[in-house]
C-alpha cells in the first residue's frame, strides 16, 4: 500500500462515523499500519546511515545519488504523515540533509551566502537593470571569476593563524573539519604578513576546496585496485565535486592528507582589526599577499557585455580547465556598492551565477552487459553507440547497479540522453522513449551468471552476486588476485597466462599453483623452457612471502592489505584465525563487524579449510615465524586423530615435507613407535623402528601409499625432492 492510500484510508475511517467494534477494528488496523509503516521508516533510516557511512566514512558509495536521494525522500514523506515516529537521531533530523555525525557543528561568525543564478544574457541583463534601479546613479564595474565545481569553506584566521576549517552546511552553521582543512597544502596555516596588506586580528576566508580532475582521476583508479584487492565491488566517486567532498569529510586527517585537495580563495566575510577591502579586486589582491592562491581566470571588466563575453568564454574552454567549473560568477566591483545593495534571502543581490547548460546529447543504448568481479559482484555497464562529448568520445557509461537499470527504465535500442559535468564517465541520464520506434528490447537482469549461470543472490539489496564460487570468472579474478604484486607476488603469471592455466584445466584454485610442472607448463602454447623454469621459480620464491600477504592474497571478501596484516598479527596463525569467533576477530584495532563476519564466513567452509591444508602442504607462510604451525581444525582434518612415524629415506619427498604435509591434514608426527602408533612409514634401509612395528603389530606402509594418501587430499608438495 502507498503512502498516500494509507492517508486516504485513515482519513475514511475517521469520517465514517464508525460504531464500536468497527473503531476498534479500525484502531486496531491503524496500529497494525503504523507498526508497518514504523518497520518501514527504521528500514530506510539503517540503509540510509549505512549508505552515507559508506559514501562519507569508507568513500564507497553504494548507492547512486539518485537511488540515495529516493530514500531520503521516502523516509521524509513517512515521517510528515506520521510526525510521531520522527526520532531525534533521524537523517532527515540533521542540518540541512547533511550527512555524517563524526564533526561537531559551528556556527559561522558571519553566515555563509550563496548565490542567485542566470543561465541566459537577458537574465544577467536583468540582473544587472535591478541592481542599477536600485542604485540609479551608480556606474558598475565587475570582477568576474569561474564559479569552481567543489565545496565552499570557511577558515578562520585570528592575528594570523588558522583556527578553524568549517564546511559551509546550511549557511548559519557548518561542520568543523579543521584537523582535514590543516593538511591541505594549498591552505596556509600562518597568513603571510607584509606593509601594504597586514594581517587582522580575527578574519574569515571564504574559497573553494575542489579537486583537480587528473587527481580524481588518479584517486578513483586507486580506489578501483585497492577494492579489487580487498575483494570489494569498486564503488568509485562519480565526479571530482564529489571526490573532493568525500575526502573532506573524513574521520581520519592522514586519509584527507592522502587525498589530493587543492583551495582557491576568492571572499573576506568577517574582517576585524584592519580596513576592509574596497573592492572585489582588492579582496583578490590581500588574499594573493596573505598566501592563498586566487584563480588565475579571473577579471576586471568594466561593462556587462564584458562581463557577458567573460561568460562565453569560460563556456567555451569549460573543459581546458584542469577543473570542474559549471559557471561563471559577476561580481560588482565596489565595496560601498555591494553594500548599498544588499543580500535578499541568503543571495547578495551585489553577485549572481551565470550557469553552463550542461553538455548533454544523445546517442544510442548498444547493449548492457555485466562484469563479474572477484567476489563476484555482478555490475551492469552501458555500451553506447560513441559520441562526442565536451571534447571526449563516449562509448561507456556505469549503471551501478541492477536497480538503476530498472529505475530508467532503459531498452537495448534505446535513445539515451547521457551528460557529462566534466566527469570522467559520463552518466546516463534518461531514456527518451519518445523515439522508441518498438525495436527496443526491455532489460531483464540477469538471474543466474552470464558466465557460469549459477543462481544471482541479492544480497544487500541492490548488489548483485553469482553465487558460485567456482565461477571460471571469479576464479579467474581470484587466482589474479592471488599472484598480484601486494599478495603473492608471483612474476610472469600475468592474467593471459592464468587464463590458460585455468582453460588448461591445470589451475582450478590458487593451491594448484604450486603443483604445477615444467611438462605442464611446456605444453602450454607460448612456453619455453627457460621461461617455464622462471615461472617456476618466481611461484617457489612465493613461499617465502610472509603470512599477512598470504592472508591477504586468499581474497576474502573485505580482507584488505591493511587488514590483513592487522588480522596476522593479532591471531598470528592461521590456524588461530580460524578458530576465532567473529567478535574475537572484531575486537582487534581497525578491525570491524564486517571483515570479522566476512572472515569468519571464509573459514567455516570445508572447502576453504581444505586450499588452506594445501597451502601449508605448499609450504607457503600460514603463521609468523612466533606463531604456532597452522594445520586444519582437528575434527575435520583427513589425518585427523592419527598418529605417523617415518623412518629410512624417501624417494619422492624429504622427511621435512612428508611430515608438513601430515600435519596439514590433522596428524601427529609420533616421537617413538608405540603400540597406540597409527602409521609406520618406511622408506629405504628402515632398520630398528621397522622391527619394533612388526613387533607390535602396527600398520606398516611405503611411501608410495603416503604419496596416495598425501594426493588424494591434494596435499602433496608442489615442488618435490631434489634428486
Ligand atoms: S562567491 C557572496 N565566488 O558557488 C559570496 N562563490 O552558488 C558567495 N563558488 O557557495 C560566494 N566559485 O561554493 C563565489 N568564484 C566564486 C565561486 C563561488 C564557486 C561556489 C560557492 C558558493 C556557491 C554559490
Not at 528500514?43 to 558509495?61: G, K, M, S, T, W
Not at 575435520?636 to 600435519?663: H, K, M, W
Amino acid at each position: 500500500m502507498s503512502h498516500a492510500d494509507k492517508e486516504s484510508q485513515m482519513n475514511a475511517d475517521g469520517q465514517n462515523g464508525v460504531g464500536a467494534t468497527q473503531t476498534t477494528t479500525a484502531t486496531t488496523a491503524v496500529a497494525a499500519d503504523m507498526a508497518e509503516v514504523n518497520t518501514r521508516i527504521e528500514e530506510l533510516r539503517q540503509q540510509i546511515r549505512e549508505a552515507e557511512h559508506a559514501y562519507f566514512v569508507l568513500d564507497n558509495p553504494l548507492l547512486s545519488d539518485a537511488q540515495f536521494d529516493a530514500l531520503v525522500r521516502e523516509l521524509r514523506s513517512l515521517e510528515e504523515a506520521y510526525p510521531e515516529l520522527i526520532t531525534p537521531d533521524s537523517p532527515t533530523q540533521r542540518v540541512s540533509g547533511e550527512a555524517s555525525s563524526i564533526f561537531s557543528k559551528f556556527r559561522h561568525p558571519t553566515p555563509m551566502l550563496s548565490l542567485a543564478n542566470v543561465r541566459t544574457p537577458d537574465e544577467l541583463r536583468a540582473w544587472q537593470q535591478r541592481a542599477q534601479r536600485q542604485l540609479p546613479h551608480a556606474t558598475f564595474d565587475y570582477v568576474c571569476e569561474p564559479k569552481i565545481d567543489g565545496l565552499s569553506m570557511n577558515l578562520i584566521y585570528e592575528h594570523g593563524r588558522l583556527i578553524y576549517g568549517i564546511t559551509r552546511g546550511d549557511g548559519a552553521i557548518g561542520e568543523d573539519v579543521t584537523p582535514n582543512v590543516r593538511t591541505i597544502k594549498d591552505i596556509p596555516h600562518q597568513l603571510h604578513a607584509s606593509e601594504q596588506y597586514p594581517v587582522p586580528d580575527r578574519i574569515e576566508i571564504r574559497g573553494e576546496i575542489y579537486m583537480l580532475r587528473e587527481n580524481f582521476e588518479a584517486l578513483n583508479a586507486r580506489l578501483e585496485e585497492e577494492a579489487t584487492k580487498a575483494g570489494t565491488t569498486p564503488r568509485l566517486f562519480a565526479n571530482a565535486r564529489n571526490s573532493a567532498a568525500g575526502s573532506l569529510r573524513q574521520k581520519d586527517p592522514q586519509v584527507t592528507a592522502s587525498r589530493p585537495l587543492s583551495f582557491l580563495a576568492y571572499q573576506i566575510g568577517l574582517i576585524e582589526g584592519a580596513a576592509e577591502p574596497e573592492s572585489q579586486e582588492d579582496v583578490l589582491r590581500h588574499l594573493q599577499a596573505w598566501g592563498f592562491p586566487v584563480s588565475p581566470l579571473a577579471r576586471h571588466v568594466q561593462t556587462l557585455e564584458e562581463a557577458q563575453a567573460y561568460c562565453d568564454e569560460r563556456q567555451a574552454q569549460r573543459f581546458d580547465v584542469p577543473y570542474d567549473i559549471d559557471g561563471a560568477v559577476i561580481k560588482i566591483n565596489a565595496r560601498w556598492q555591494q553594500q548599498e545593495l544588499g543580500v535578499v534571502a541568503r543571495d547578495p543581490r551585489w553577485a549572481i551565477a551565470y550557469k553552463f547548460a550542461p553538455v548533454e546529447t544523445n546517442t544510442k543504448l548498444l547493449d548492457i552487459v555485466i562484469t563479474v568481479g572477484r567476489t563476484g559482484a555482478l555490475i551492469p555497464n552501458a555500451r553506447l553507440q560513441p559520441v562526442q562529448l565536451g571534447g571526449i568520445t563516449v562509448s561507456n557509461a556505469t549503471l551501478f547497479n541492477f536497480d538503476e537499470v530498472a529505475r530508467k527504465d532503459l531498452r537495448i535500442g534505446d535513445t539515451v540522453v547521457v551528460q557529462r559535468h566534466g566527469d570522467v564517465i559520463p552518466g546516463i541520464v534518461k531514456a527518451i522513449p519518445e523515439l522508441r520506434d518498438g525495436t527496443e528490447q526491455p532489460w531483464t537482469p540477469p538471474t543466474e551468471c552470464p558466465v557460469c549461470h549459477a543462481p544471482v543472490l541479492r544480497e544487500d539489496g541492490v548488489v548483485a552476486y553469482c553465487t558460485n564460487a567456482q565461477c571460471p570468472a571469479q576464479r579467474l579474478e581470484r587466482v589474479r588476485h592471488f599472484v598480484s604484486k601486494g599478495a603473492m607476488d608471483i612474476r610472469g603469471l600475468g592474467s593471459e597466462i592464468v587464463a590458460r592455466l585455468i582453460d588448461a584445466g591445470l589451475v582450478h584454485d590458487v593451491a594448484d599453483i604450486y603443483s604445477l610442472t615444467e611438462e605442464q607448463l611446456l605444453a602450454l602454447p607460448g612456453f619455453q623452457k627457460k621461461s617455464a623454469s622462471n615461472l617456476l621459480t618466481s611461484i617457489a620464491n612465493s613461499k617465502r612471502r610472509p603470512f599477512p600477504a598470504v592472508l591477504f592474497a586468499l581474497g576474502i571478501r573485505y580482507v584488505g592489505e591493511k587488514a590483513a596484516e592487522i588480522i596476522a598479527e593479532g591471531f598470528r596463525s592461521m590456524e588461530a584465525v580460524l578458530a576465532a569467533t567473529p567478535d574475537q576477530i572484531a575486537a582487534l584495532q581497525g578491525i570491524g563487524p564486517t571483515v570479522a563476519e566476512s572472515l569468519h564466513q571464509w573459514g567455516e567452509q570445508q572447502t576453504n579449510r581444505d586450499l588452506i591444508a594445501r597451502l601449508v602442504a605448499a609450504g607457503l607462510q600460514l603463521s609468523l615465524p612466533d606463531g604456532p604451525a597452522t594445520t586444519v581444525s582437528p575434527e575435520n582434518a583427513p589425518f585427523a586423530g592419527q598418529t605417523f612415524l617415518l623412518t629410512g629415506s624417501l624417494a619422492e619427498l624429504t622427511r621435512g615435507q612428508a611430515e608438513q604435509a601430515i600435519v596439514a591434514l590433522g596428524g601427529k608426527i609420533a616421537p617413538s613407535v608405540t603400540k597406540s602408533l597409527s602409521h609406520l612409514i618406511v622408506g629405504e634401509a628402515a632398520g630398528s623402528k621397522l622391527e619394533k612395528a612388526e613387533k607390535l603389530n602396527v600398520p606398516i606402509h611405503d611411501e608410495a601409499w603416503l604419496v596416495e594418501r598425501l594426493r588424494e587430499h591434494n596435499a602433496m608438495p608442489a615442488e618435490r625432492k631434489r634428486l
